[in-house]
């Protein structure tokens, strides 16, 4: 179908598994996150309508929200998301346990800055602060794919573009880039423990701050064909 819909998730909504949704115009998600749980592919009609978080308080991290969840196996292609650098609490892009989300040629995530959220009156931080990404489930980077200048700054902060939290979750590392992202302890890739890994292809995982490809004990990493 063609129909045009107002938002995106009424464009999931309406979606059947294996349609691709088309971003015909810049696009600033206003209500978060948005649900994606089908097999679709979301991609623009022009690399500079990009996707962005839009927040009706800007100032206050507690109210922010990841801008899209991840339940199915999803793919993103020919398309820029992220934030214009300004604080917020939470990862872009959420991969939930049991979902896989695939970044092919064109797909980027940018300029995503996390911080903690904070205990309500103080300047205590709850958890941990936000990645580009945040993978409970798998997340696979294609060549021509790219994360960059996303950073996670906040106290004992782990993995600036990516995250890869929980005994379900992994990283495939087929291609693409992961560059210009930082963080406390691996600014490129932050692979928790009994999480895994797998790098193959010729990506490159450089010029993140402290650690490119961090993996922490008992996280099991397959390289191949490298």
């Not at 346990?97 to 205990?119: D, E």
């Amino acid at each position: 179908s063609s129909t045009p819909y107002g938002t995106l998730q009424d464009a999931v909504d309406a979606a059947t598994a294996g349609d691709t949704l088309t971003i015909l115009a810049p696009l600033a998600i206003s209500s978060m996150p948005v649900r994606i749980d089908k097999a679709l592919t979301l991609r623009a009609d022009d690399p500079a309508f990009v996707v962005t978080r839009a927040s009706p308080d800007r100032t206050n991290v507690n109210t922010v929200q990841r801008a899209i969840e991840i339940a199915a196996d999803v793919r993103f292609e020919n398309i820029v998301l992220g934030d214009d650098a300004d604080p917020w609490a939470r990862a872009f892009v959420h991969v939930l346990p049991g979902a896989t989300l695939t970044l092919g040629a064109g797909a980027v995530i940018r300029n995503v800055r996390g911080t903690s959220l904070l205990r309500e009156g103080t300047k205590e931080p709850i958890g941990r602060s936000a990645a580009g990404i945040l993978a409970e489930g798998k997340l696979v980077m294609e060549s021509g794919s790219k994360i960059f200048n996303c950073t996670n700054d906040f106290g004992e902060s782990a993995g600036g573009g990516v995250l890869v939290s929980g005994e379900r979750a992994f990283f495939d590392f087929r291609g693409g880039i992961v560059t210009g992202c930082s963080a406390h302890r691996g600014g490129g890739v932050f692979v928790e423990k009994q999480a895994g890994a797998a790098v193959s292809g010729a990506g490159q995982i450089i010029g993140n701050a402290n650690g490119n490809l961090y993996m922490a004990a008992e996280s099991p990493l397959e390289i191949t064909g490298v």
